[in-house]
């Protein structure tokens, strides 16, 4: 015996990795011993019984790795002795859990184990991971899954798209290429497209994620699903699909409400137009007509007015194609598909006869819908909207559909025109001295304005030149509105009476009303934005900003 020992002592001394392997095979024993024991405890076993026979098992085990004078053959010796206690007791156990609770040894097992590995891997490294009912976490497809490319084009889509704040993307897919672009500050940047299968899994991934129908391609479909994208955080997606003969389109709109919840002094107004809204506000009765070109902030706008209402004092209603968010005690209504201006002017008559003081319409319907609306404002606040340049053009509008001039500027109290404008970004943008000339063009003072700012995109980190962090090299970030208000009193109601619209206009002025790019300049010499972006947004003027207000659909 002393000679076995004297054996394998030396076995041991001559190589260190030995004993120490001996220590990590006791260690790993000991834990998985011990996890059997709570098992065990947990399924009321004989835990005694139990633990004596792994005793056994271990005091055998151990003792051939250190009896055999070979260490590998003990080593194996002993590790199938101590696997065949381990062994033992699951047999045991499965015959005496129930059978849901059973151990399976399989091949099946074994893979659907590295299967969950290979699936917490995946959502531990997930950039971006899709959410959903109750914003529970959907799993990351991994492996052959079809979707894998399809997820990791949209974490490379939204890892350009959410650090600059984009508000909505848009993939359009025909037979042989895909377009993407994102919509940033009102301004689009076309992406690289994924190859068109990708682009269409991508599609279907989305629509399933939001709960419509995959298998239709060409009805249009609007859903919304949620995403965690972790550092950058959680946001809501509104997926609206549709297809054509001509291909497959996707539009991805980012935190569709977020936008509209702008408190009333971020608007942008100037603080002498601030003034006149919260008068206006603050008075009874009459038409505040809100316009702009599509695009430009008039919902977002219309919202914060409406907020400025104490809804616990007054009776409140909105009518919209579809509400955006909801808004505490207010009633929110909507116009329904298809209806038709007959329709639509009963229900506007339904809702005045239960009296209430505050009218928000998305749209008029006709021509005698303006006319009620007018009748009506005596008692009743209404705010309007419909696309149009300006206050001007908005007045002309109203005096046209209302039809007689008196009536039209009795129901008036205020048209708002407004453009949304890019911030420069307060990071990177850059200073410099205007050309009085240039001043002189814009109707600014070249003695009082001695310092402007003009976009940039660039810092300077240790001597070199590199995009911006804050604006990831955009050079602007977030936008703000630029107003032209026409606040009306008495004498100016008594010039649209008379239809004698220039001597409103001189009149207005002399009552220091601002123009549109006079507000715009305003922003400018303040270094909110630049000469440029308000020469692009002046300058744009779309078709459709020149129509009159649009009917109510299948009018």
């Known amino acids: 015996m002393m000679t076995h020992l004297l054996a394998q002592d030396a076995v041991f001394l001559m190589s260190w990795f030995k004993p120490v392997l001996f220590v990590l095979v006791l260690v790993g024993w000991a834990w998985v011993v011990s996890h059997l024991d709570k098992d065990a405890a947990y399924y009321y076993l004989n835990r005694h019984w139990l633990n004596t026979a792994q005793m056994g098992a271990a005091v055998v085990g151990f003792g051939l790795m250190l009896w055999v004078p070979w260490f590998a053959l003990g080593l194996i010796m002993g590790l199938i002795v ?13 015959t005496q859990v129930p059978p849901e609770a059973r151990w399976t040894f399989s091949l099946d097992s074994f893979t659907r184990k590295i299967d969950q590995l290979q699936q917490a891997r995946a959502q531990g490294q997930a950039s971006v991971t899709l959410l959903g009912p109750k914003d529970t976490p959907l799993d990351v497809p991994v492996g052959d899954h079809p979707d894998v490319a399809a997820h990791q084009a949209l974490e490379s889509l939204l890892s350009f798209a959410l650090p600059r704040q984009a508000q909505r ?3 359009t897919v025909s037979g042989k ?37 995959v298998s239709d391609r060409r009805k249009r479909q609007s859903g919304s699903l949620g995403i965690d994208a972790h550092e950058l955080g959680r946001h809501r997606l509104e997926v609206e699909t549709a297809g054509s003969t001509r291909g497959l389109s996707l539009r991805i709109v980012i935190n569709p409400g977020q936008r509209l919840r702008i408190p009333f002094d971020q608007l942008g107004l100037l603080e002498a137009q601030r003034q006149q ?10 038409v505040v007509v809100a316009v702009a070109p599509p695009g430009h902030g008039v919902t977002t706008t219309l919202y914060s007015l409406l907020r400025q209402h104490d809804p616990y004092t007054s009776s409140i209603v909105s009518i919209q194609e579809e509400p955006e968010f909801e808004i505490d005690a207010v009633s929110q209504q909507i116009w329904p598909e298809g209806i038709s201006a007959q329709e639509a002017n009963e229900k506007l008559g339904v809702i ?4 209430p003081n505050v009218v928000m319409l998305s749209r008029l319907a006709d021509v005698q819908m303006a006319r009620t609306i007018a009748r009506s404002a005596e008692e ?10 300006d206050t ?7 005096m046209k559909l209302v039809g007689d001039p008196r009536r039209a500027a009795d129901a008036l109290g205020m048209i708002i025109a407004q453009r949304l404008v890019r911030k420069l970004c307060t990071t990177c943008r850059a200073p410099y001295k205007p050309d009085p000339a240039v001043l002189k063009k814009l109707n600014l003072p070249p003695d009082r304005v001695t310092q402007l700012y003009q976009a940039s995109g660039k810092v300077i980190v240790g001597n070199k030149e590199r995009p911006c962090p804050a604006c990831a090299g955009l050079a602007y970030r977030g936008r703000v509105g630029v107003f032209e208000v026409m606040s009306l009193d008495d004498q100016a109601r008594a010039h649209i009476a008379a239809g004698n619209l220039d001597a409103l206009r001189s009149y207005l002025r002399k009552q220091r009303m601002l123009w549109l790019q006079e507000a715009a300049l305003a922003k400018a010499v303040e270094g ?26 299948g009018a």
């Open 82 to 94: 101590l696997a065949g206690g381990i062994l033992g007791y699951a047999y045991y156990r499965n």
């Open 169 to 171: 993307i848009d993939l």
């Open 177 to 213: 290429e895909a377009a993407l672009a994102v919509s940033i500050d009102g301004v689009r940047y076309a992406q690289p497209a994924p190859e068109p299968p990708v682009a269409l899994r991508l599609v279907d991934y989305l629509k399933a994620a939001a709960s419509l129908d």
């Open 277 to 286: 809204v919260l008068e206006q506000i603050n008075s009874h009765g009459r």
């Open 352 to 355: 005045l006869r239960s009296d």
């Open 380 to 389: 009743v606040r209404f705010y309007l909207t419909w696309p149009q340049e």
């Open 392 to 398: 001007f053009s908005a007045l002309r509008t109203w």
């Open 528 to 553: 909110v934005t630049d000469i440029k972006e308000i020469t692009r947004i002046l300058s744009d003027k779309g078709a459709a900003a020149q129509q009159a207000p649009q009917p109510v659909a």
